[in-house]
């Protein structure tokens, strides 16, 4: 069970707070629902984002039942892929405001960095144990 | 089972031992290491604070530049806050001042400068703060351009503080023309990395410029010959305060900054600061170091038997003490590697956050300074361990091997 939690609960805790982070714990800018200011986009795609992530933490706690233990280096592939986008979304792909002193810069942009490779990161190597334990079980 | 016989198939040495040791009591070990972690991380967090506030604090003494600033009077808040708080602002007086004061006596240098703020259309609405400077008279603002700007500043040209968007063409937008940049400053943490510097008669084009364009938000009119804030060097031999008493008589209407204040004050505040945080450095190591020390007694106490089985088996007493601080060591080095690696993940995103919250200016330290910090931080909890498991080793092997495995017959 500890196990199991392990695995999971990192992507679980991580997608929460990816979801529900940029309009609580770090907000962005105030004035969330004007669409000229590139942190709106970030909070809406980062709502999805770590919705999915929480999601496939779920899933990871719960697939060692039932000898689903296969799916687990599948799972953390896709929670590593996941924790890239939640990095990439801030970083390159949609942005925060240009301002330096703009609450979305200084708060929400590292936080969601941090997050997303603090949860990269995690994912890699649980993969890669999940991966070895698979391909010991088969052998 | 073939995995287990296969790592034990070679002699155990002192480290090996320590390394099973560990994995074997996991619990014990976590809860250790997350103890040498809190001091890995409020060493090396401190550490990077007190360095970066310290060279923001020497950033903007070295920008300030003039011993004095005249500005209007009431506007010395304001002036302020645009040189240290990156708050765009202007203001206006009579430009005749600076002749006046370049008269008195005790005054080497005047150099007059314009503020005026500006919609950046490039980035999110947000102020931007214009420095006009006479460049024939001018000593604060082109001998750190010098550094970026071999060949001075052209009429036309600006040159950009470091949060400033410039354009991948070199240029900057401003009420709806563009700009060519120069050069960007390095980051400073004063209102210079929010600010766009340019000669006045650059500022008379913009001026223009923005007064033809057709703007939602047009740029206040200049007065001809006015000007924001008189910078003034102070010759050798008189005090900045005296001088500035007197400039304050003479002239009525107008407020005076002394720079040599300003840096004190803030000065001041990071003194409390950087105090405060040496201090809970000291306590939370002194802490830690008792607390690992009692730990290691308590665990040296519970293992006594493990022990008086190595005596048996041959292990000499300096061999048990080594087998302990082995341990204390591995366990403190993986410690503080988690804390410094933790303290390196809050500090170095959230510096500007920091500096922010602090209102106290801050530069992230340079490569060399980080990596002796962690070096030293990393090193400083690494050697707590022996030097807090010294008693436990000593303990380890000083009971009677026979009479302790007998105990409880």
Not at chain 2, 15 to 24: G, K, P, V
Not at chain 2, 85 to 91: M, R
Not at chain 2, 357 to 375: D, I
Not at chain 2, 381 to 408: H, I, M, Y
Request: with cysteine; net charge positive; proline share 5%.
């Amino acid at each position: 069970m500890v196990r199991r939690l392990v695995a999971g609960l990192p992507a679980v805790l991580v997608g929460i707070l990816v979801a529900v982070g940029p309009r609580t714990l770090f907000p962005v800018c105030e004035g969330l629902d004007d669409p000229s200011m590139p942190c709106h986009w970030t909070a809406l795609v980062e709502a999805g984002v770590g919705g999915v992530l929480a999601l496939l933490g779920v899933a990871l706690i719960l697939c060692a039942r039932g000898g689903a233990e296969s799916c687990a280096p599948g799972l953390h592939v896709a929670v590593f892929l996941d924790a890239a986008l939640a990095l990439l979304v801030p970083t390159a792909l949609v942005g925060v405001c240009q301002g330096a002193h703009m609450p979305c810069r200084l708060l929400t942009l590292p936080a969601l960095a941090v997050l997303g490779s603090l949860l990269m990161l995690a994912s890699a190597m649980q993969g890669w144990r999940a991966f070895a334990g698979v391909r010991r079980g088969r052998g | 089972m073939g995995g287990r016989c296969e790592r034990f198939s070679y002699p155990l040495g002192t480290r090996r031992l320590a390394w099973e040791n560990i994995r074997s009591r996991p619990f014990r070990s976590l809860c250790l290491m997350l103890a040498a972690a809190v001091v890995g991380c409020s060493l090396f967090g401190g550490s990077v604070l007190v360095i970066g506030l310290e060279r923001g604090l020497r950033s903007v003494g070295e920008r300030f530049g003039a011993d004095l600033m005249v500005v209007p009077a009431g506007a010395a808040r304001k002036a302020e806050a645009i040189l240290l708080g990156g708050d765009p602002g202007y203001f206006h007086f009579d430009g005749g001042v600076a002749d006046k004061i370049a008269r008195m006596d005790g005054v080497e240098r005047v150099s007059p400068q314009l503020f005026m703020t500006s919609l950046s259309a490039d980035c999110c609405d947000a102020l931007v703060q214009l420095v006009a400077f006479d460049p024939a008279t001018d000593f604060v603002v082109q001998p750190w351009l010098a550094r970026s700007l071999g060949s001075g500043l052209r009429d036309g040209e600006m040159v950009a503080g470091n949060n400033i968007l410039v354009r991948p063409d070199r240029t900057v937008r401003l009420f709806g023309r563009r700009y060519p940049v120069a050069a960007k400053l390095a980051r400073t943490s004063t209102g210079f990395d929010t600010s766009l510097f340019m000669s006045r008669a650059t500022a008379r084009q913009v001026v223009a410029a923005a007064q033809a364009e057709e703007l939602d938000s047009p740029i206040d009119p200049v007065p001809e010959g006015a000007v924001s804030a008189v910078m003034v060097k102070v010759a050798e031999g008189h005090t900045p305060v005296y001088v500035a008493w007197r400039i304050r008589r003479d002239n009525p209407g107008v407020d005076v900054i002394v720079s040599q204040s300003v840096v004190s004050a803030i000065s001041g505040s990071l003194r409390k600061f950087t105090g405060r945080v040496r201090d809970l450095s000291c306590a939370i190591w002194l802490a830690a170091a008792l607390i690992l020390a009692a730990l290691f007694a308590g665990s040296a106490n519970g293992r006594k038997k493990e022990f008086a089985l190595l005596r048996v088996l041959g292990a000499t007493k300096g061999r048990l003490a080594a087998l302990v601080l082995c341990e204390s060591a591995l366990v403190c080095a993986a410690g503080g590697a988690l804390g410094v690696a933790l303290a390196a993940l809050a500090v170095f995103p959230f510096n500007a956050y920091i500096g922010v919250k602090l209102q106290l200016p801050m530069l992230t330290p340079a490569p060399e300074a980080v990596a002796a910090l962690v070096v030293a931080s990393f090193a400083a909890t690494a050697a707590l361990g022996p030097l807090a498991a010294g008693f436990a080793a000593v303990k380890a092997g000083a009971s009677d091997p026979c009479l302790t495995l007998r105990e409880g017959e």
